[in-house]
Nanobody, 122 residues
Framework: QVHLVESGGGLVQAGGSLRLSCAAS????????MGWYRQAPGKQRELVAS???????NYADSVKGRFTISRDNAKNTVYLQMNSLKPEDTAIYLC????????????????WGQGTQVTVSS
């Protein structure tokens, strides 16, 4: 079994910062891309940022210059540093990863975390 567990969400004032972490655990053979999505009430889930195994990154236009995604391959962990937070960043943030489990090394499967709430007050 493979699990993704997020941490680091919370309540912060506008202009503040938060750092999210997501650790993958279980019988893992390899991890390809990792990323963060968010879903606000009444809105569609959207990609916030992603990072490939080699380190190349991709960001939503709305967070460019404010958020930074990084990963520690040795720890199977992805991070999202969020600075200059705005009330419109309020959402549940979900971790996503493409993982080849030990039991099925030839194929990458998509895994999701349970989500962590980020609330930015004005």
């Amino acid at each position: 079994q493979v699990h993704l567990v997020e941490s680091g969400g919370g309540l912060v004032q506008a202009g503040g910062s938060l750092r999210l972490s997501c650790a993958a655990s279980g019988s893992i053979f390899s991890i390809r891309a990792m990323g963060w999505y968010r879903q606000a009430p009444g809105k569609q889930r959207e990609l916030v940022a992603s990072i490939a195994s080699g380190g190349s990154t991709n960001y939503a236009d709305s967070v460019k210059g404010r958020f930074t995604i990084s990963r520690d391959n040795a720890k199977n962990t992805v991070y999202l540093q969020m600075n200059s937070l705005k009330p419109e960043d309020t959402a549940i943030y979900l971790c996503n990863a493409d993982i080849a489990p030990e039991s099925y090394r030839v194929r990458y499967l998509e895994y999701w975390g349970q989500g962590t709430q980020v609330t930015v007050s004005s």
